[in-house]
């Protein structure tokens, strides 16, 4: 029922940030947690950042204190702000939920660091 287009992605100097959207064609009320979840090359998917449905948030180590992820539920988005970024975060990003089964993924949006 739900549908996830991920956005905001782009090329970005080490240091800069970015802010990714995952618009939900319907409600993300009901669900209790979603994340982020990002797959370097050669890497397999990773989850880096999840909130719940009263904004209890999770980080993996590696995006502890640079990445923040927030939840507007009236408008059916979950964001993440991406801060200090480092090359190493270079990835395509993608949202989903946690937890569950998730939903058919999105395409998407592709973060690169490099300068």
């Known amino acids: 029922q739900v549908q996830l287009v991920e956005s905001g992605g782009g090329l970005v100097q080490p240091g800069g940030s970015l802010r990714l959207s995952c618009a939900a064609s319907g409600s993300i009320f009901g669900i209790r947690t979603m994340g982020w979840y990002r797959q370097a090359p050669g890497k397999q998917r990773e989850l880096v950042a999840a909130?719940?449905?009263?904004?209890?948030?999770n980080y993996a180590d590696s995006v502890k204190g640079r990445f923040t992820i927030s939840r507007d539920n009236r408008k059916n988005t979950v964001y993440l702000q991406m801060n200090s970024l480092k090359p190493e975060a270079t990835a395509v990003y993608y949202c989903?939920?946690?937890?569950?089964?998730?939903?058919?993924w999105g395409q998407g949006t592709q973060v690169t660091v490099s300068s």
């Open positions: 989903n939920v946690v937890y569950r089964s998730p939903y058919a």
């Open positions: 909130i719940t449905s009263g904004s209890s948030t």
